[in-house]
Structures are given as C-alpha cells and as structure tokens.
C-alpha cells in the first residue's frame, strides 16, 4: 500500500498548483498596525498603496517585530509589490499619512499553517525581525 504524501513546507507541487486566492482592501492610519494570518502557507502575495496623497506610505513585514526593528519594506502611493514568497503572516503599518488605503492580494498554498517553520529570527530566518 502506496503512502500518502500530507503537504508540508517542502512540498513542490503545492507551489506549482494554482493557488487559492485571498484578496483583501482596507485602509490604515500612521501607528496603525494591521496583522494577517492565512490558514495555509502562501505562493505569492501583492500588495499595493492606493493612497491618495503623495505622503501616503505604508510598511510591509513579515513578523510585528520586524515592523519595530526596520525589518520591513515601504510602499509610496502607487507602488506595488508582488513576489513569490512563502509565508504565513504579513504585517502592514501605516507609516506616514492618514488613512491610507491599500489592497492585498494573496496565493494560498494547500499547505497548511501548522506545517510551515514560523519565519522568525530565533529560527533563524535573517532580516525579517
């Protein structure tokens, strides 16, 4: 009797398959702190500043920690950034304007979250906080 493989971090034909989307548009003042947490690993992820005013910018990271050790990256009104990432949180801030809206866009694995390793710091991921 053939095993069956479960899903796990690992798993490559997870991240060839199409992805299960989430989408999501909110809006986030200076301070504010929006967390994320998808009940399965993600494939891709977008994220984009539909402010308004040029001041608006909001910060992306991967853990609140890196929100609070500059472990993160910025996004000027109009920007987007996409990329092939797996993860299980996001972390967005509003880190100058007021109100500033964004948009989330993201490609849901079938693996689920209690099978990736948490991207952190103390398990050893660099630069994410």
Do not use: W
């Not at 998808?38 to 990271?61: L, M, S, Y």
């Not at 609140?64 to 050790?69: D, F, K, P, R």
């Not at 500059?70 to 949180?89: D, M, P, S």
């Amino acid at each position: 009797m053939a095993q069956q493989t479960l899903p796990h971090e690992g798993y490559v034909p997870a991240y060839q398959a199409s992805a299960t989307p989430y989408v999501t548009s909110s809006q986030i003042s200076q301070g504010e702190v929006q967390a994320y947490t998808f009940e399965h690993v993600t494939r891709f992820f977008n994220v984009k500043n539909r402010g308004t005013n040029a001041a608006d910018e909001i910060a992306v990271a991967f853990t609140e920690n890196g929100l609070a050790t500059g472990n993160y990256f910025t996004l000027q009104q109009g920007e987007a950034f996409r990329e092939e990432i797996r993860c299980v949180k996001l972390f967005i801030s509003g880190s100058a304007g007021s109100g500033v809206q964004y948009e989330l866009v993201v490609g849901l694995t079938s693996i689920p979250y209690r099978s990736f390793n948490p991207v952190t710091a103390s398990n050893g991921y660099q630069g994410v906080g």
